[in-house]
């Protein structure tokens, strides 16, 4: 079988992700944080991954802001914090929703929708789960932010073509090839090698995108590389032989034991001054998330066919063989406060600028109002996420796409592929 071979000058356009520090996002000085939303007042206690003990709690309130329906205009990275969505974009294009929401899909550059978020562009934006509490803790942005949910749990994997890499140990002295600097998944590594006592071992090596390291995989022997779903997917076509021989979730919650911390990819960040004045909004916006992820796991295979006409992912073939494997979940209120600010704790216990400087404050963490979100879809596919399918040693074997799926995935993304 032949397998298409990115070639680098297709990569050329995918270039050009600005770091973090640009934007003034990354290692920023700890501010003290806006003051806490009426969402976020109440008595009562709840604790944090971490042991912290919070003094707010779910509470019974009027809605802030206006009952009127409104715009919503919501950015979002394509891939796993998308696939899951939708039903929920689908009926917002349909007008079957109570406000007007617009979906616009960015690819995976987190640092220019960071950017577009903090310029006004969204009132409600899919990120990393670091970048929320960055954005919180910059007190020179032009916003204030609050985080409303989280939608995928781990998805991170050690990949590659040599047959000799089966444990995390395994790695020393090697450069691992990996995307996605100053987001979740440098520090989730680096929180998880401080942790097994493997910090500095090997050469960690970011490339400007996710389909530029599977470039490298096809060309270079002996290559290793650390990459999330759906993009392991995309690589049992395009690398051959592939080898997955550590899923990172697994060795998460293997070395977190203690705590019981989570691994959490990404998040839903709302703009304060939108939550405030259109609260309804918000409560829609996570009751139809719900919906949609529940149907989503219960519906894979029309969910996947969906992927490439809404823009959440390159190929619908590929998202299908993805979305087991990609923890999708709509944790919100308390459960997200809880595993988000758990997860966070060990990131900044390995690198305090990994999330701006300091542990983010109650107020970052938004409640909704008791009784305003559905029963049927409370903290959607948190049973599935916490059993974590996994895609651990399937390598070549299992593939649903095919080599004409990569391609067209590889063309979507804006690269070029040719025969291996």
Same mark, same amino acid.
């Given at each position: 079988m ?27 000085? !700890?501010g ?15 604790? !944090? ?52 929401f ?148 697994v ?37 139809? !998330? ?8 219960a ?7 969906l992927?490439? +006409? ?23 209120g ?48 948190? +049973? ?12 070549n ?12 995935a ?5 690269g ?5």
């Amino acid at each position: 079988m032949a397998y298409p071979n990115m070639s680098r000058r297709g990569f050329a356009a995918l270039a050009g992700v600005a770091a973090l520090s640009a934007l003034g996002l990354s290692g920023c000085s !700890a501010g003290e944080g806006a003051q806490g939303s009426a969402a976020g007042s109440g008595a009562g206690a709840g604790a !944090a991954g971490d042991g912290t003990t919070f003094s707010t709690r779910v509470e019974s309130r009027e809605l802030m802001g206006s009952p009127d329906a409104c715009d919503v205009r919501v950015g979002l990275i394509m891939g796993p914090p998308s696939m899951g969505l939708s039903q929920f974009i689908v009926a917002a294009q349909a007008g079957k929703t109570f406000n007007n929401f617009t979906f616009e899909p960015n690819g995976v550059d987190y640092v220019g929708l960071s950017a577009l978020f903090n310029k006004g562009d969204y009132d409600i934006c899919t990120l990393p789960s670091n970048i929320g509490p960055i954005l919180y803790n910059n007190a020179e942005l032009k916003n204030r932010y609050e985080v409303i949910s989280v939608n995928n749990l781990g998805v991170l994997y050690v990949m590659t073509n040599d047959a000799s890499v089966s444990t995390l140990d395994d790695l020393r002295g090697r450069t691992v090839y990996s995307y996605g600097e100053g987001g979740t998944p440098e520090y989730t590594i680096e929180a998880l090698l401080a942790k097994n006592g493997l910090d500095g071992t090997f050469n960690l090596e970011f490339k400007s995108s996710p389909l530029e390291v599977l470039n490298m995989m096809q060309q270079q022997d002996g290559c290793v590389a650390i990459l999330p779903q759906p993009f392991v997917s995309l690589a049992k076509i395009l690398v051959n032989p592939l080898y997955i021989p550590i899923d990172l979730t697994v060795e998460w919650d293997r070395a977190f034991a203690d705590t019981g911390s989570q691994a959490v990819t990404t998040t839903t960040i709302v703009n304060r001054q939108f939550l405030e004045e259109h609260e309804q909004a918000v409560v829609e916006y996570l009751n139809m !998330a719900g919906q949609s992820v529940s149907w989503t796991l219960a519906n894979m295979g029309d969910a996947a066919a969906l992927q490439e +006409e809404l823009g959440t992912f390159l190929n619908n073939s590929v998202a299908l063989d993805a979305m087991p494997y990609i923890s999708m979940v709509n944790l919100t209120g308390e459960q997200m406060r809880t595993a988000l600010s758990g997860f966070l704790h060990e990131l900044y216990l390995a690198n305090p600028d990994s999330i701006g400087g300091k542990m983010p404050g109650e107020d970052f963490y938004y409640l909704p109002p008791e009784g305003q979100l559905d029963e049927r879809f409370l903290q959607a596919g948190l +049973e599935q996420a916490t059993q974590h399918e996994s895609s651990a040693g399937t390598g070549n074997n299992g593939v649903t796409a095919s080599a004409a799926d990569a391609q067209a995935a590889i063309e979507a993304f804006g690269g070029t592929a040719s025969g291996k």
